[in-house]
């Protein structure tokens, strides 16, 4: 079993940065995958980030050249760092992994692939 526990996010102007982390417990198989969602309101789910067990990241385009997927050298911490945020990058991040399992391509992935979630955190981008 895995127990992911996350931090960060809060309130930024548009512009500005914040740094999200998912801390996770327990014994993670690889392969595995390790992702970024968001939730906005009225929204449907939607994977920002992730990144695979060979260390492959991918992003969705709205992500891609502001948002950075990392994990630590011990592969049991995921960081998302976003930078030059938008009021539409507004929502609830969750950090979700599977394991053991590969990752889907982003246009097909819904999260439903994931085993393991985070508790979620409100990241707000005011303008």
């Known amino acids: 079993q895995v127990h992911l526990q996350q931090s960060g996010g809060g309130s930024v102007q548009a512009g500005g940065s914040l740094r999200l982390s998912c801390v996770a417990h327990?014994?993670?198989?690889?392969?595995?995958?390790m992702a970024w969602f968001r939730q906005a309101p009225g929204k449907e789910r939607e994977v920002v980030a992730r990144m695979d067990s060979a260390g492959i990241t991918t992003y969705a385009e709205s992500a891609k050249g502001r948002f950075t997927i990392s994990t630590d050298n011990a592969e049991n911490s995921l960081y998302l760092q976003m930078n030059s945020l938008k009021p539409e990058d507004t929502g609830e991040y969750l950090c979700?992994?599977?394991?053991?399992?590969?990752?889907?391509?982003?246009?097909?992935?819904?999260?439903?692939?994931?085993?393991?979630w985070g508790q979620g955190t409100q990241v707000t981008v005011a303008s």
């Open positions: 327990g014994y993670i198989r690889k392969p595995y995958c």
């Open positions: 979700a992994v599977r394991s053991p399992g590969y990752c889907f391509t982003i246009s097909e992935s819904t999260g439903l692939e994931y085993n393991y």
